[in-house]
């Protein structure tokens, strides 16, 4: 499985930006899907990803502002980011968990103060 993740950039704080992760096969049979994101100097975190019962969980920090979705028509997943504060700054990354763990190569998120 290959995960191919964009829509990172740079944004104010208060912006919104849509991240998109391309997934190389059919989505129909993955449950477990989503997003995590690494700072500098940082531990990897969740930021949003679907659960094996097929429910979106997140992060504490993004709860409110963040918004995962799916499509298994363009097997591509989505976080819709709101409310962006600098401490949002990572670079974001896809997971998908199918028979392994597959990872993104990332997409850099920066929010400006």
């Known amino acids: 499985v290959q995960l191919q993740a964009s829509g990172g950039g740079l944004v104010q704080a208060g912006g919104s930006l849509r991240l998109s992760c391309s997934v190389s096969r059919s989505m129909f049979g993955i449950t477990t899907l989503g997003w995590y994101r690494q700072a500098p100097g940082k531990q990897r975190e969740l930021v949003a990803t679907f659960n094996s019962g097929g429910s979106p969980t997140y992060g504490d920090s993004v709860k409110g502002r963040f918004t995962i979705s799916r499509d298994n028509i363009k097997n591509t997943v989505y976080l819709q980011m709101n409310s962006l504060k600098p401490e949002d700054t990572a670079v974001y990354y896809c997971?998908?968990?199918?028979?392994?763990?597959?990872w993104g190569q990332g997409t850099q998120v920066t929010v400006s103060s």
């Open positions: 997971n998908v968990f199918y028979y392994g763990v597959y």
